[in-house]
């Protein structure tokens, strides 16, 4: 199975337009049929014509390469794989593609599906830098947009209604995520905060942000430094878990002004 993916990669990949009819010639029955999700293309000439476009338009112009996953699976007369198209001199996957074939008593493709799946990781990173961004511009109803509802949130210490720290509380909605960066900017010195992110791991439709939270308290003119760990899910674009792990021990005792009892 992983040769039969080889040379299917190799014909899509290969620049001399002879030893790519060789390579069709080899693989597709004469009547195979080629389907993606936009057309269906039937016979070795439409194949070749299809295959030819795309090589001419993203492998030779816009220098990429189909690569396989190396997940090949099949049995009886059938294959499944999953392949890349990245930029031949190195980068990130740019389309993932799952294809589907069904072969004849030959071994020749007797139909082939393309499908795009999806690259849920870089969907994630996409949601989290745009969250990320707003948060930096300090525009509490842009931020909630990005929520769910409701929203499996996670910062419970210390207990509710704190008075040093009001903000922590359960929260469910959109109103309520606004309300949330509303009260932490108004208990700060905006001109004098610096919250950095380190780094941003993504797993599928998780990702845990790593950071510094640097600000002054307003009403003690305290300032804190406090590490945090935040854990998101993010599901059709919007972040339907949002748990902090800080140093709130330190972030309630810059706002009292004293330390608080350990």
Known sequence: MEQFVDRYLAVWNEPDAAARRDLIAGLWA???VEVTESARHRGRDAIEARITRTH??????????FRSAGDATGHHDTVAFTTYMIPADGGD???TGRIFAVLDEEGLVRCDHQFTVEDQGAATRATVEEL???MGEGDPDRIAELFAEPVDWRLNWPAGDHPAVPWIRPRATRADVAEHFREIAAAHIPEKAGTSVTRVLVEGTDA???GDIHQ????????YTARYALHLTVRDGAVTRYAVYEDSLTVAEAHLGRPLRR
């Open 30 to 32: 004469r009547d195979g």
């Open 56 to 65: 001419e338009e993203l492998v030779r112009s816009a220098g990429f390469v």
């Open 93 to 95: 996957v740019a389309w």
């Open 132 to 134: 990320l961004r707003r």
């Open 208 to 210: 845990v942000v790593f």
């Open 216 to 223: 002054t308290v307003k009403a003690t003119g305290e300032p």
